[in-house]
Structures are given as structure tokens and as C-alpha cells.
């Protein structure tokens, strides 16, 4: 049972690259969320999809886009990325309802 | 706008005592999730509040909600050196069970022995 598999793990872009990271979760969740990391300022939430077609804004999604066309797929695209994207992203997912979320390993992500 | 605070941002504490971690959040919400990150990992998922009044224990840990109070504690119970990590409190940005959580700045627990 692999979980919430986060691909790549390192990345280094330059300024105006664009790139898509990937999620990928085998447990049927319906529930997944991407959240970025940085230094004092815990996760903060990028954005989150209840199903399969439906996704919706979290408190930093400028700069971020996704889809989700299957349950199990959730990507996150950098359209143009910038230094202040540099960061930890995780992917995580959940069952519907009151459960905590599963977390993957994170892609530390920097823009030079 | 829903914030999050955790106190203490560090705690430093030797094996064996107790010491009580602290979350705060500005919005009714009856759920409240602890996470444990330990250095350079992921997170991983301790305990899911779902109530007023809830409380939960695993090993050293326990956790409990006063929705009405809008806290949370993480209480550490003889602490081990291997429960060094940071802890992370978070709240349902909508207040129900839709999981989009807002998550604190967490607590660095440092614990010496």
C-alpha cells in the first residue's frame, strides 16, 4: 500500500519555468489537499478538491493551478514560478468526513 | 479570516517532565486535528477532536477540545526523548468536516535528556 506518493522529491527551477508536481494517492480518498511549508509559517493551504472535477481555492492558491480528472490524481502546476514559490509542498488526502489527513513525503521545490 | 496560534513556538524540557502545548483559534469549530512532523519529514496524523468536551490519549500524549473556549491542548505526560518533534494543531477553515484545515505555526519540542 503505497499511500500518497509526491513526485518529483527535489526540484530547482529558474524564474519563469513552469513545471507541475505530482500527487498520486491509492487508497480511494476522496478528500486531497496541496499545502506549501515554510520556515515559521506551518502549511498553509494552496488548494483542495473534494472529488474527482471539483476543485477550490485555499488561502494561497495565486500562482497555482489544478485539476483533478480522476480520484486518484491531484497534480499542482507552477505556471510561472517565481522565487517566493520556493518551498516544501505536500500532497495530502483523506476519506470524506472527520479523519486527519495522509500526507506525502513532500517535494522541496527552489527558484533561482 | 480563521488564525491559528499554538504557545509555545519552542519548548525545551527534560525526560521525565510534564509541560502542556497550547492552540487557540478564532472561529467556532467543533474539530480539531494534532499532527506530529519530525525534522525533514512528513507529517503525520495524532488525533482527530470531534467534539466539545473530546479527548484523546495515545502513550505519553493526550489531547483535548473546549470548542466554547475555542483550545486545545497537546499535554506531554513524562516526556521521552522520542517524542522530539514538532506538533502542529489545525481547524476546519469552514468549521465543519470539509477538511480544508488552516494549520498553526507549530511547537519545536526539544527533549533533553
Known amino acids: 500500500n503505497a499511500g500518497v506518493t509526491q513526485t518529483p522529491k527535489f526540484q530547482v527551477l529558474k524564474t519563469g519555468q513552469s513545471m507541475t508536481l505530482q500527487c498520486a494517492q491509492d487508497?480511494?480518498?476522496?478528500?486531497m489537499s496541496w499545502y506549501r511549508q515554510d520556515p515559521g509559517m506551518g502549511l498553509r493551504l494552496i488548494h483542495y478538491s473534494v472529488g474527482a472535477g471539483i476543485t477550490d481555492q485555499g488561502e494561497v492558491p495565486n500562482g497555482y493551478n489544478v485539476s483533478r480528472s480522476t480520484t486518484e490524481d491531484f497534480p499542482l502546476r507552477l505556471l510561472s514560478a517565481a522565487p517566493s514559490q520556493t518551498s516544501v509542498y505536500f500532497c495530502?488526502?483523506?476519506?470524506?468526513?472527520?479523519?486527519?489527513?495522509?500526507f506525502g513525503s513532500g517535494t522541496r521545490l527552489t527558484v533561482v | 479570516e480563521l488564525k491559528v496560534e499554538q504557545n509555545p513556538l519552542f519548548l525545551s524540557m527534560q525526560e521525565g517532565k510534564n509541560y502542556t502545548i497550547y492552540c487557540n483559534y478564532s472561529t467556532t469549530s467543533d474539530r480539531l486535528y494534532w499532527y506530529r512532523q519530525d525534522p525533514g519529514k512528513s507529517l503525520e496524523s495524532l488525533f482527530v477532536?470531534?467534539?466539545?468536551?473530546a479527548v484523546k490519549q495515545e502513550g505519553r500524549l493526550m489531547a483535548s477540545l473546549d470548542t466554547k473556549a475555542r483550545l486545545s491542548t497537546l499535554h506531554i505526560t513524562a516526556a521521552v526523548h522520542d517524542l522530539s518533534a514538532t506538533y502542529f494543531c489545525a481547524v476546519d477553515m469552514e468549521g465543519g468536516a470539509t477538511n480544508k484545515l488552516i494549520f498553526g505555526t507549530g511547537t519545536l519540542l526539544a527533549v533533553q535528556p
Open positions: 487508497m480511494n480518498h476522496e478528500y
Open positions: 477532536l470531534l467534539s466539545n468536551g
Open positions: 495530502a488526502s483523506s476519506p470524506a468526513g472527520n479523519y486527519g489527513y495522509t
